[in-house]
T-cell receptor, first 112, second 111 residues
Framework: EAQVTQNPRYLITVTGKKLTVTCSQN?????MSWYRQDPGLGLRQIYY???????DKGDVPEGYKVSRKEKRNFPLILESPSPNQTSLYFC???????????FGEGSRLTVL | GDSVTQMEGPVTLSEEAFLTINCTYT??????LFWYVQYPGEGLQLLLK?????DKGSNKGFEATYRKETTSFHLEKGSVQVSDSAVYFC??????????FGTGTRLQVFP
C-alpha cells in the first residue's frame, strides 16, 4: 500500500530535549516536505526536499532541522524544542511535476 | 505574493443540504488549484483539482470550477452526508513548487 508513515504519532516532551520525528514514503517520490498545522493558521511549510541531499527552508524553518540521506526518508529534528513548537506536524511527498501531495497521518507534539 | 483565502468556519449543515465553501486566490502566474480534505484524526488527502482556467474538478459528488475572472475555486456539493464532516483546505501550486494552503474550513453535517 502506497503511504507516508510518520513516527511517533503522539509525543509529549520538555523544553530543550532533542527529538526526531521520522517520515518514510514507499512511493519513490523525489519531493518531500514537512508542514505544521496550527488553529487559525492552516498548514505552514517548515522544510522541503526536492531530492536526496537537497533541502530548502519553507516559511517557518526556525528551530527545525531536516536531512535527506535517502530518497524514502525525511526526518524532522528539533534540537532544542520550545513550547511554541507544540503543534500537529505532517510529512508529505509528491511525484515530480505534480501538485498532488500525499500526507502522513500526522504527529502531535506537545512541548512543556 | 501568492495566497489563498477561505471562508471562515465552521459551516454547519443538515444532511442532504447544499454545500458551498468559498475559496479565492491571489497568484502572480497560472497555478493549479486543489481542494484537500482532512477527516478527524487523519492527514490531508486530495479531493479534487483543476489545472487551468474553466476546468472543473470533481470527486465523490464534490465539484469546483477554476474561475480565472473571479480568481475563485469554490467547492460545492449538492447533498451532503454526515460522513462529509471534515476540514476542507483550498490550495494552489505551480506544480514544481510548494502548495500554498488556505486556513481550512470545518464542515459539520448533522443528521
Amino acid at each position: 500500500e502506497a503511504q507516508v508513515t510518520q513516527n511517533p504519532r503522539y509525543l509529549i516532551t520538555v523544553t530543550g530535549k532533542k527529538l526526531t520525528v521520522t517520515c518514510s514514503q514507499n512511493m519513490n517520490h523525489e519531493y518531500m516536505s514537512w508542514y505544521r498545522q496550527d488553529p487559525g493558521l492552516g498548514l505552514r511549510q517548515i522544510y522541503y526536499s526536492m531530492n536526496v541531499e537537497v533541502t530548502d527552508k519553507g516559511d517557518v524553518p526556525e528551530g527545525y532541522k531536516v536531512s535527506r540521506k535517502e530518497k524514502r526518508n525525511f526526518p524532522l529534528i528539533l534540537e532544542s524544542p520550545s513550547p511554541n513548537q507544540t503543534s500537529l506536524y505532517f510529512c508529505a511527498s509528491r511525484p515530480t511535476g505534480t501538485g498532488e501531495l500525499f500526507f502522513g497521518e500526522g504527529s502531535r507534539l506537545t512541548v512543556l | 505574493g501568492d495566497s489563498v483565502t477561505q471562508m471562515e468556519g465552521p459551516v454547519t449543515l443538515s444532511e442532504e443540504a447544499f454545500l458551498t465553501i468559498n475559496c479565492t486566490y491571489t497568484a502572480t502566474g497560472y497555478p493549479s488549484l486543489f481542494w484537500y480534505v482532512q477527516y478527524p484524526g487523519e492527514g490531508l488527502q486530495l479531493l479534487l483539482k483543476a489545472t487551468k482556467a474553466d476546468d472543473k474538478g470533481s470527486n465523490k459528488g464534490f465539484e469546483a470550477t477554476y474561475r480565472k475572472e473571479t480568481t475563485s475555486f469554490h467547492l460545492e456539493k449538492g447533498s451532503v452526508q454526515v460522513s462529509d464532516s471534515a476540514v476542507y483546505f483550498c490550495a494552489l501550486s505551480y506544480n514544481t513548487d510548494k502548495l500554498i494552503f488556505g486556513t481550512g474550513t470545518r464542515l459539520q453535517v448533522f443528521p
